[in-house]
Structures are given as C-alpha cells and as structure tokens.
C-alpha cells in the first residue's frame, strides 16, 4: 500500500467507443487476424448460451460460462505461438473461460460437446471429469483439474522443460491462465517464486474479475491487486484492460518476449468483471446487484467495443453480424445434436489409465488374474459380477447402462 | 521447512568419501567411527541380509542388468562385473549419476540438493552434471512437487528430493490430487510417469515428531502413484533405477538411519530391482514376519533372538517355540503391494505378523491384514498380528525406544502368535 493510494495503471489501446486512445500505438494485426479474433469472441458466448440452457435443461450435469472475459481469453491465445504450453488453472475464481483459447487452436466444437456430454468421441477425459475440464496435447493444452492453483507451479516446471528442449528453447513458453481468488492460493506464491528463481520462461495471466464464486476481491486481498505481488518475486509485470483485446494482444506479445529473452517469470494482470455465476451451481445475484450487472454488460463490453473498433477501419458491418451470428449458431446446433445422441465410452474405461505399464494386480484384468486362481475375483471381475447379478433387477444401473457404448458388455463378456 | 543444522554438520563430520569419490573404510566391523549418537541398532552392522561379498552382491535375487540388451535370452553373468563397497546414501548417488548419464532429460532438484544434499545423497553431482540439472529451488514442498509434475508432463524425468518425508505434506495435494490422477484424468492422453519423489524416512533416534515420520499409508490410497521403500544400498540403487524409470510417478522412501550405517557391496553397473515385488529373505514354514525399511533388521534381530534368547529373555521364550521356522518378508513396494507373494506365503504359514514404524490405526498393517484375512481365512492359525508405532501424534524425543516397534517387541509378537 503506496502513502497516496496510488495504483499501477492499467494499459489500454481501445477506448468505449472502440477507438484508439491518444498516444496508443495499435498492435501489428491484419484484417484477417482482427476478423478471426473477432469471430472466435463471438464464438465462446454462443456456445456458452447453448451449453449453459442446456445444462439447465439436465442435459450436461455442469457448466461455467466465459461471459465477459472474452477479451482477455482470445487476445491471449492470439497473441501466443499455437505450440506454446498452456496449463489452465482449473475452474479459477468466478468462472471459466479459458476454452476459448482452444477453440483458437483448432479444437472443434464437436470436441466441445463431446467432452462437455462425456460421450465416446470425449478425448479429454474419457467421459472421467466435470464438464470444461478440456485438454488436448495436439493443441498444447494441458487438461483441466478442479484443484485451484495446482497448475501455477506445474507452469513453471513446463517452463524448465522447454527451456531445456534445444529444439523449442528461445521459441515457446509455458503460459498459466489463472484467476485472482487462485492467486491466493499457497501454490501461486510457490508458482511465482519457481519461475523466477529457478528461472523458468512462464507467463503467468491472472483474470482478475473481481469475484471468486461470492468473495469480492476486497475480501481477497488488500494490496493492489495480483499485479502489486510481481515485483516483490523480481518478476516483470503489466495490469492490463481485460475488456480490450488489442491491450491484451499487445501486451501477452510483448510479455512472451520478455519471457523468452529473461528465461524468468513475467505476470500479466488482465481487469475485467464476471458478467456470469460462477458456474451453473451458483445463482450470483444473492450475493451482488442484477443492475451492476446489467449495467457492466452494457458500458464496457469487450465484444462490442472490439467491434466497433472493426467497423471504424470498414471491417466489420451489421450484415456480416448477422450472418457471423446465423453461422455459428447453425454450426454449435449440429454439434450439440450429434454429441447428445451419441452414447458413452465402454464401461470398461473405469478402470484403464490408472497406471501405466503393468496392472496391479487390485484392478488387474480378468486374463492376467486367472493365471492365478486365487487372485480371481479382483475389482473389475467384481464389478462385472455384480452387473451381471443386479443389472437388470436394479433399476439406477440399469438406466445408466443403456448410456454406455457397450452396455457394460466388455466387463461382462 | 525447520532442518535442525546438527544433521548436516554431523554428516560433514562423518563423511567418509574422499575428495576421489572412493569408500576408505575397509570394514565395516573395524570402522574407527564412533556410532551415531543415536546408536543406529546393532544388528545392521553385523546383519546377515547385507551382502558383503562381491560374488553375493552379484547373485542379488531379481537383478536384472539395464545394460544387457533386451532382446537377448534372460542371463545372470556375474564374471566381468565389479562391486563397490557403498553405504546407502552412496548407493543413492550412485543410481542418480547413472539416471543421469543415460537420460539427458533427467534433473534433480530439492532444497539444499546442489551443495550435495543435508545427507549426502546427491555429492558431486552439480560438479558432474552442471547446476542446470542439478539445482536447488525455493524453499516451497508444494512448489518442488508441482514443478516436478510440470517436467515430467513434458516427458522430462524429474528426480525430486524432498527434505524429510514429514515435510512432504504441504505437496500432498500436488501428489494425490494431481501426480497420481494425471494419466486418468486426461484419458491417458498426458502423463506424469518420468517423477520421481525421494524422501528420507523412518526414525533415526532423535529426530522427534518431525524427523521420524513414515507417512507410506498416507499414499496408500492414492491409486496412480507407487511408493517404494528399500532395505539396504543395493536394494535402494536398484529400485531407485527402477522407481525413476517406471511409467508411473514413484513416491521413494529412504529410511534415513540405514544411509550410513547399512553398507553392502554394490554392483557399479546399471540393474534394476522390480517393482511391486516382495522379496522372501529368510524362509521359514511356521510363521510369516512382514516389513519394510528400518525395521526389517530389528525383525531379523527378533528372529534370531527366537531360537537363541539371550539368558536374560529366555524365561520369556518357551524352549517349544525356538525351533520356529519364521519366514521374514520385505514388502518393497507399499503401493501396489505384493499381494501374491503374502498370501502365499501365509498360506504356508498360517500366522502373520506386520511390522511397521508408522502407527497402527490405518496404517500400512491395516490394509494388508484385511487382505490377507480375506484371502487366507480358513488358513490362518492365529489373528493377524501388528508391531507398529503407537498412535501418538508422533514419535516424541525422548520416548523413542518406547515407540518404534524394537527387537523384542516384534519377538513377543511372534511368540504372541505361535501360542495362539
């Protein structure tokens, strides 16, 4: 806390009204690259609309929209290498967004659907975790898991290995996207501490969105924000306007570079606000105003203000709006059609993946446990048995089994 | 994480490699060191499980030479092979140099690990190796477990030392939420198989609550993840070779009072021992002893004093009972644990008896005796026995004789369990 309250300030390229802001010099985009961000900005609300009613129609067990941070999420990924790592941070503080960063990478939204269903095209995860929780080595996007933080210092490590690799040392980074209520997490700290004195070439991007579920960040620190916390790990650092994809863009570029050259930690403070709930288990007007909402909707939308940006170089018009719009919605339908009539993995899938290389003998297939007769009955033939037993009589499995590809014949045969 | 200095300055002191890398002792029963103040026990020194001699260090049961090629018939040549008398800590340095060398990949990093470690197990190998793969981190449990995982994810073998297996704690979300789940969770579409996790573990005489701990069954639920304990230098070299190359993240235990008290001589070339084997070390058809780490030597201790008390614990020793043949077992791997090898043994048998230093309730022993009483029922002569730490919070100072599970606890347990 500075004597006059002052603040690191926050960069921005964009004002409201989608023009520059005297003295700002425009990142270096084309017509093709403006257009493309915009439309993959567009894209991840329209498939959170479609995901998020469907999951109030029980169709998908959970959800987390990106509402808002829609900015932050693609000019990030726009301004990365696609074969930079990237380590999300989970279900971080407020809501979830970093699927937008994937979809710029290529992962289609049949891959969407399929991981959010949990149905047998899911590559994720089998159909094993919570909707969102994406991942794709393709893509170079680590899956997601629920433990908060977890990935900060896991960034680092990744960090440690490119720089290692003499084929991508000087050429990608690791990037972790996390958010403020994450940041307060132990492994942040031990995340930041890594990077920097180790030192590992990681960009750290806070989403600072102002809620962690109900908790305002003014109950989540108070200093000045994440960004306050860079210097005192000797790490560069930059606050920047969420709700400006160019400021993003810009400054996630200039930051890599900072990286790669360093080989040390650099953190990125992205201001924005959750315009959703938390996820689909949180009605967040409990706990703040509908009209703040409504009204942070309206003034400072990162969408809107980049179109109007788009419109003012002659890029972008309302009929193109229009047809953007029809497309994707078109596009999400079909995929949401297909994922939903298709069935689950083979049941079987509940017992792979646990470990690599030999089985233990606990979970250990049928055929190598029959060479010996005593270890016979271990969990999947105990599984099967059971099925086998009360499959038909017992009515929550039997409902549950006509989901499975297989119908659980796998463990049965 | 509080190291008390006396660790390190003792181990300076007593450090007996010269600056050529070479052991000077000669013997281990003419040894010119005082013991530990502690006293390690005085059955390690003179234990019949520790192989003195190059031609038994060579027949070590289920070696297998990582230098042989794989594809050729299965031998066990032991001409042109050498041994090296090693200590435990030494045999830990040895198998990370020989990681190292192989695997241009491979790192090992931890708190105090460049300087050569509070114990001596990495010496020399920021020399050797240079500081990029050998190099301290920041004094964070969670974040030397999380960068682990980050290398490992990226197909980087990642050798992790945390300082004392008490401290492994603040990783324990890292490693069982994360490490052990990462494979499942992604569809095995990632994995963190390339980590390794040494740790120092088990009692060493006055470590108090905080340097004594044996947390293994802390892990043992944590599907995903091995966790592998040695007996000896041997053992350790080849099961950390092993635990390093297994497609799974290890969790490897080294019980810290046998780094310099246990010595053997140990094969200089590359071997492995299996994992998730038990190995049979004594054999015997009345009575099954289980254990691992430390404690394996106070079992042997037990057993000897069964058939030939010493006169003062005789009247506690009924003369029928000392011709027992007991079958002592080291399990190795805790997890997946040798279920296989127990039960047959006990089979045989009819009477087990777990030993371990962590306490009873939930431990280690727990796990196994409701496995074996499952499997074994209608053979088993007596209830399962456990010799195990008491349920304290820890083991306090000055009360330690009092907790470990000592030679002659485990010999009333036995005899316990012979006159059931």
Redesign the interface.
């Known amino acids: 806390v500075t004597a006059d309250g002052a603040q690191i300030p926050t960069y921005r390229i964009l004002d409201g009204s989608g023009g520059p802001i005297d003295g700002a010099v425009l990142p270096d985009i084309d017509e093709a690259f403006a257009r493309r961000i915009y439309e993959n900005m567009l894209l991840c609300p329209t498939l959170d609309n479609l995901l998020y009613n469907i999951q109030r129609q029980g169709k998908i067990s959970f959800y987390m929209t990106a509402y808002g941070e829609e900015a932050t999420i693609v000019g990030s990924a726009a301004a990365l290498a696609l074969d930079d790592?990237i380590?999300i941070d989970n279900m971080a503080t407020g809501q979830y967004r970093e699927m937008g960063v994937l979809l710029w990478r290529g992962f289609t939204i049949d891959q969407v659907m399929a991981q959010c269903f949990g149905n047998e095209d899911?590559?994720?995860?089998?159909g094993?975790?919570m909707p969102v929780?994406f991942?794709?080595?393709a893509h170079h996007f680590?899956?997601i898991?629920s433990?908060l933080a977890?990935?900060?210092?896991?960034?680092?490590?990744?960090?440690?290995?490119?720089k290692?690799?003499p084929a991508r040392r000087d050429k990608n980074i690791?990037a972790v996207i996390f958010g403020e209520g994450a940041a307060s997490e132990?492994?942040f700290?031990?995340?930041m501490?890594?990077a920097s004195?180790?030192p590992s070439p990681t960009l750290f991007i806070a989403r600072n969105n102002g809620f962690a579920i109900s908790t305002p960040s003014t109950e989540q620190y108070y200093g000045d924000g994440i960004a306050a916390r860079g210097p005192g790990y000797g790490i560069d650092t930059v606050r920047v306007d969420g709700n400006d994809v160019l400021a993003v863009l810009s400054a996630v570029r200039e930051a890599k570079k900072r990286c790669l050259e360093s080989g040390r930690g650099v953190l990125l403070e992205a201001m924005s606000y959750r315009v959703g709930h938390h996820s689909t288990s949180d009605d967040s007007y409990v706990y703040r105003a509908r009209a703040e909402v409504e009204d942070r909707k309206r003034i400072d939308n990162p969408i809107s203000r980049f179109r109007l940006f788009l419109e003012s170089q002659g890029w972008w018009n309302e009929e193109q709006e229009e047809a953007l719009k029809a497309k994707l919605r078109k596009d999400i339908m079909e995929a949401f059609k297909k994922a939903e009539a298709k069935k689950r993995n083979n049941l079987g899938e509940l017992f792979?993946?646990?470990?690599?290389?030999?089985e233990?003998?606990?979970?250990a297939s049928f055929f190598l446990s029959f060479i010996?007769w005593?270890?016979r009955k271990q969990q999947r033939e105990e599984l099967a048995a059971l099925l086998k037993k009360y499959g038909d009589s017992w009515e929550p499995w039997r409902n549950e089994l006509a989901k499975f590809k297989d119908q659980g014949r796998n463990l049965l045969k | 994480m509080f190291t008390p200095c006396k660790f390190a300055v003792r181990a300076a002191r007593r450090s007996t490699i010269p600056k050529n890398g070479t052991c000077r002792r000669q013997s281990t029963a003419t040894q010119i060191e005082p013991p530990p103040p502690g006293g390690h026990l005085p059955s390690i020194s003179s234990s019949q499980l520790l192989r003195t001699t190059r031609e038994s260090a060579l027949r070590t049961s289920g070696i297998l030479w990582a230098d042989e090629d794989d594809s050729g018939p299965t031998r066990n040549i032991v001409g042109g092979r050498e041994t090296r008398k090693m200590n435990t800590y030494q045999a830990v340095r040895d198998a990370l140099s020989i990681a190292m060398m192989k695997d241009d990949s491979a790192v090992v990093f931890g708190e105090d690990v460049a300087f050569g470690g509070v114990f001596r197990c990495t010496m020399g190998l920021a020399e050797e190796f240079g500081r990029e793969r050998v190099f301290n981190t920041p004094l964070t449990e969670q974040g030397i477990a999380g960068f682990g995982i980050g290398l490992a994810s990226m197909g980087h073998t990642a050798i992790a030392e945390i300082q004392f297996a008490d401290y492994i704690f603040p990783a324990f979300d890292q490693l069982v939420n994360e490490a052990a789940k990462f494979r499942y969770r992604s569809g095995g579409q990632f994995n963190v198989g390339k980590l390794t996790v040494r740790t120092p573990t088990m009692s060493v005489g006055h470590g108090g609550l905080y340097h004594s701990q044996s947390p293994e069954g802390y892990f043992m639920g944590a599907a995903g993840l091995k966790i592998v304990i040695p007996r000896s230098p041997i053992q350790a070299k080849g099961l950390l070779l092993a635990s390093i190359r297994d497609p799974n993240p290890c969790i490897f235990m080294e019980p810290k009072i046998l780094y310099r008290s246990a010595v053997e001589q140990v094969p200089i070339d590359d071997f492995e021992l299996s994992l998730g084997r038990a190995e049979i070390l004594v054999s015997g058809s009345d009575l099954t002893v289980l254990t691992w780490g430390t404690p394996v030597y106070h079992c042997e201790t037990a057993i000897h004093m069964l058939s030939s008390p010493p006169p003062s614990l005789a009247p506690h020793v009924p003369a029928s009972l000392r011709s027992a043949k007991i079958e002592l077992i080291d399990l190795r791997t805790i997890l997946p644990w040798d279920v296989e090898t127990v039960t047959e043994s006990v089979r045989r048998t009819g009477r087990l008896v777990i030993v371990h230093e962590a306490g009873m309730t939930a431990g280690p022993g727990a796990e196994i005796s409701a496995e074996v009483q499952k499997r074994c029922f209608l053979k088993l002569d007596a209830p399962v026995k456990r010799v195990t730490g008491w349920d304290t919070p820890g083991a306090a100072l000055q009360y330690e004789k009092f907790n470990i599970p000592d030679a002659v606890r485990i010999l009333d347990g036995i005899v316990e369990t012979l006159m059931y």
Do not use: F, M
């Not at chain 1, 899911?122 to 089998?126: A, F, I, L, P, Y």
């Not at chain 1, 977890?150 to 490119?162: D, M, R, S």
């Not at chain 1, 792979?352 to 290389?357: C, F, K, R, S, V």
């Open positions: 790592e380590c899911d590559t994720s995860g089998k094993r975790q929780h991942g794709s080595p680590h899956t898991s433990p977890t990935q900060i210092p896991q960034a680092a490590g990744v960090g440690y290995a490119l290692r690799d690791a132990g492994d700290h031990a995340g501490l890594l004195t180790v792979t993946d646990i470990y690599g290389g030999e233990p003998w606990n979970i010996i005593w270890l």
